[in-house]
């Protein structure tokens, strides 16, 4: 039975899965990063197509009630937005983060690999040599007897 030529095989597996991981993660903070970006272009859409249509209502003529309303809401949706905002940044710097860890699994997985075949690699040389040994010594066997 032949030995095990790269005896880390359970430490690279574990370091495939690990990546694996690592790009989910990463595929779902990216995710959520894009959907609170979405949403943050759609309140500052929103907050534009509100100061068109108050500048419009003041040019008609607006009550004072409605100038209440409108300052109000104003105020609501500029906090909506700030704190979007905010949690995009948030989720921008996670989404920074579970890069970073997917790149370093990544590497790590790399470098099992690399190091794999230099093992193939050296062990495939070893298996040469004796094979060469080997016929080497029938070579000089076979020429003693004739």
């Not at 859409?45 to 003529?61: K, N, P, V, W």
């Not at 979007?84 to 890069?99: I, P």
């Amino acid at each position: 039975m032949q030995r095990k030529v790269f005896t880390l095989e359970r430490v690279l597996h574990f370091r495939r899965e690990t990546e694996k991981l690592r790009k989910l993660d990463f595929v779902a903070a990216k995710q959520e990063f894009e959907q609170a970006e979405d949403l943050l272009r759609c309140e500052e859409e929103a907050m534009d197509t509100l100061h068109m249509e108050f500048m419009s209502r003041q040019i008609d003529g607006i009550s004072a009630h409605e100038l209440q309303l409108y300052s109000d809401f104003f105020q609501k949706k500029s906090r909506d937005i700030v704190s979007q905002r905010e949690e995009v940044c948030t989720l921008d710097q996670n989404m920074v983060e579970k890069k970073d860890e997917l790149i370093a699994a990544a590497t790590d997985k790399k470098m099992m690999e690399e190091l794999k075949k230099k093992k193939i690699k050296a062990h495939e040389k070893v298996v040469a040599a004796k094979e060469q040994g080997f016929l080497d010594e029938i070579a000089l066997r076979n020429k003693g007897f004739e």
